[in-house]
């Protein structure tokens, strides 16, 4: 599996690319809204109790939870853009710095 960060415009979200292969089992814990999105082939998302399919083109967006993720081909996932205010997003930004020990928005294992 490989994994690949891409952001082609500050505006768009900070993508992470996956090439998945059909022995891949992908798992994400995610405390955002995400976007998931096939690039290439067809992914199976179980997600809230439902299973998704996802093909080429596709996007999908999921609320915070956990994930498993099946597949062949290329698909990317990024946290949601949140519209903030520039005083909101100081504060997110000197927050991370002094609170080191926080919990990730995004968490993704592989087995």
Known sequence: ???QLFSPRASEPEWIRI???PTHLLSLRFNEDILTQSLEGT???SWEGRDLFIEQGQMLRLTPGMALV???G???IAL???AEHPITRFGRWLLTKVAADRSKALQIRVQ
Do not use: C, E, F
Request: glycine residues 6%; positive net charge; hydrophobic residues 55%.
């Open 43 to 45: 992914h199976w998302i």
């Open 19 to 21: 090439a998945l292969r």
């Open 74 to 76: 290329i698909m990317q």
């Open 1 to 3: 599996m490989r994994m």
């Open 80 to 82: 949601l853009p949140k």
């Open 70 to 72: 099946n597949g062949v």
